[in-house]
């Protein structure tokens, strides 16, 4: 039968004497609790399950930095978001580890050509297709920036905007989109310029070297004081 043990019986002293050399043993006992009150488990916040605690903050890219931070296996030479107000513009892309970068974006207001590759350096251009939409320019799946096209040339869209060379009496055709038939001139004799088609709000314009190798030529837009391009003949 359990017994009861009340407050008075747990501080009672018991005196036990013994009779060896007429030494005397006092000992006092204190009565175990039966049902002891479990002690504080120390602090510890890392071994809390907190729901709203859990792993680390993500890091805070800097305000000059690109989104997400760059990847380690390629760089880009431009990482602020830009407007884009000639109808194009060139990155440069540099492999790190020796693969071939893919540049996407995520509009189909734009598009990404790729114009060359130097070594480990590829040279992307993303041309504006339709003027006042926005994109991100991805590489290799990850964002880079993001682009926004402006009006190009009175808003005449160029499918082509970087300088280029053609042979000695070699030719090239332009695609310039726009509501209505942009004129489209060169800047020099050393070429002639032809209209060949229209389809839709996309028109067709054809240029032929006359001039002789070295000559360079600018390219205008419905008079716009900046050439929409450069040829030079090989």
């Known amino acids: 039968e359990e017994q009861q043990v009340t407050e008075e019986e747990k501080d009672k002293t018991y005196h036990f004497e ?31 399950e907190d729901p709203n605690d859990i792993g680390s903050p993500m890091p805070i890219p800097e305000a000059d930095s690109s989104y997400p931070p760059m990847s380690s296996s390629f760089a880009s030479d431009t990482t602020a978001d830009l407007h884009i107000t000639n109808g194009s513009y060139q990155f440069r892309i540099t492999s790190k580890d020796g ?25 992307f251009r993303v041309v504006v297709v339709t003027p006042g939409k926005t994109a991100d320019v991805l590489v290799n799946g990850g964002k880079v920036v993001s682009v926004t096209g402006g009006n190009a040339h009175g ?51 054809r240029i032929r070297a006359t001039g002789k190798p070295g000559d360079a030529c600018g390219f205008y837009i419905n008079k716009s004081p900046k050439p929409v391009t450069v040829v030079t003949i090989a």
């Open 18 to 48: 013994m009779p060896a050399e007429s030494v005397v043993v006092s000992a006092s006992f204190n009565s175990v609790d039966p049902d002891p009150a479990p002690d504080p488990e120390p602090s510890n916040p890392g071994s809390q």
């Open 99 to 123: 693969t071939v970068p893919v540049m996407t974006v995520t509009n189909s207001a734009f598009r990404v050509e790729l114009v060359s590759q130097e070594g480990n350096d590829y040279f």
């Open 155 to 205: 808003g005449v869209i160029s499918d082509t905007t970087t300088p280029f060379q053609v042979g000695e009496s070699g030719e090239y055709q332009f695609k310039l989109t726009a509501n209505e038939k942009p004129e489209f001139v060169a800047g020099s004799p050393s070429f002639d310029v032809e209209f060949v088609k229209n389809e839709g709000n996309d028109w067709f314009f």
